[in-house]
């Protein structure tokens, strides 16, 4: 039954890697008294700084004006396990509450699908588990879950993924759901949150963009991003959970343990992050396909962004969006 909530106005700035989204939206903050919500996977662990890029330089006080408060970052340990459907519960408690107390909610971040998630507002079958069944989960080997699995639910078992442990893990979560009756995200209205968004971008050429990866991995590696993740392990964080927690880590792991030397790793992640770089494009033209008007502000501009905002907040009409990346075409040889 569709919510009797009224949308909550809802400013996002997304967009591909080494943009500057977090630079706008906390320049849209100051300036809308808006605080910040994270959009990124990733920099909800603590101690990914570097290699995640939460810059959290830009939210400190700047002259004539206090810090900006943010929200979903720092808030689970790097061996911690969190997903989609944490990420929307904590999400979702935020712009509440950032609404409620009459200040603008602003998303930041490149993960496209807990953006999509938030406007779409998912309901996910399976994820409302509690943490006592999981662990119960997590102690049995893998023969036993299949086992289990099999018992529980036949049908789920014989179009499940059996080779990774953690997707039969979520396939007896679904399956639990089903049996108990639990809706997939939880019940109620305190779970439902219908968003009026404007969805603003960074727009910069590839080639101009491939440049800006290349500048901020080399000031990433100069600011300590081997410590960051040697430190890391010493804290307890596997090199196989490394590996997990994104390209950065994946591949300074990899220099760590001997296995490439520090200019192939270099190299070799430089190529694997721009190759993401287009990944996320694809993301961002499949969500212009489906409906999702994006302002792509050329070069980040913050006073046509500003501009674009003031309107949303006045509920003035909006002018089309002069540039769509699904009109954008490159050629084979673009990179």
């Not at 979560?173 to 305190?190: W, Y």
């Not at 502000?297 to 907040?313: H, M, N, S």
Request: aromatic share 8%; charged share 25%.
């Amino acid at each position: 039954m569709p919510s009797a909530v009224a949308p909550i106005p809802f400013v996002a700035v997304l967009g591909p890697t080494a943009s500057g989204k977090t630079r706008l939206g906390v320049s849209l903050a100051r300036q809308f008294s808006g605080e910040i919500v994270s959009l990124d996977s990733r920099q909800v662990y603590r101690g990914l700084d570097l290699g995640t890029g939460k810059d959290l330089d830009e939210y400190r006080a700047a002259p004539g004006t206090g810090p900006v408060p943010h929200h979903l970052i720092d808030v689970v340990e790097p061996n911690e396990a969190f997903d989609l459907f944490h990420y929307l519960l904590l999400a979702r408690d935020a712009i509440r509450d950032v609404h409620r107390r009459g200040r603008l909610p602003i998303g930041v971040g490149g993960t496209t699908l807990y953006l999509k998630a938030l406007l779409d507002d998912y309901r996910l079958e399976g994820s409302g588990s509690t943490a006592a069944f999981r662990r119960n989960l997590e102690l049995r080997t893998d023969e036993e879950l299949l086992s289990l699995l099999a018992a529980e639910a036949p049908d789920i078992f014989a179009r499940a993924d059996r080779t990774q442990r953690r997707r039969i893990i979520r396939a007896l979560e679904i399956a639990r759901t089903r049996q108990t009756g639990q809706d997939a995200a939880g019940s109620g209205e305190e779970l439902q949150l219908p968003l009026r968004p404007l969805l603003l971008a960074p727009y910069f050429p590839r080639p101009e963009l491939h440049a800006r990866i290349a500048a901020r991995l080399e000031a990433r590696l100069k600011a300590g991003l081997v410590a960051e993740v040697a430190r890391l392990h010493e804290q307890g964080v596997s090199w196989e959970r490394l590996d997990f927690l994104g390209l950065e880590y994946r591949y300074v792991a990899r220099h760590l343990t001997g296995a490439l030397s520090l200019p192939d790793m270099r190299s070799q992640l430089l190529a694997r992050i721009r190759q993401f770089c287009r990944a996320q494009e694809i993301w961002f033209r499949k969500l212009e396909r489906e409906g999702k008007i994006i302002y792509w502000i050329p070069g980040g501009d913050l006073g046509e962004a500003a501009r674009l905002v003031q309107a949303f907040l006045e509920n003035r009409p909006l002018p089309p969006p002069r540039l769509r990346l699904s009109a954008i075409h490159y050629g084979p040889r673009s990179g």
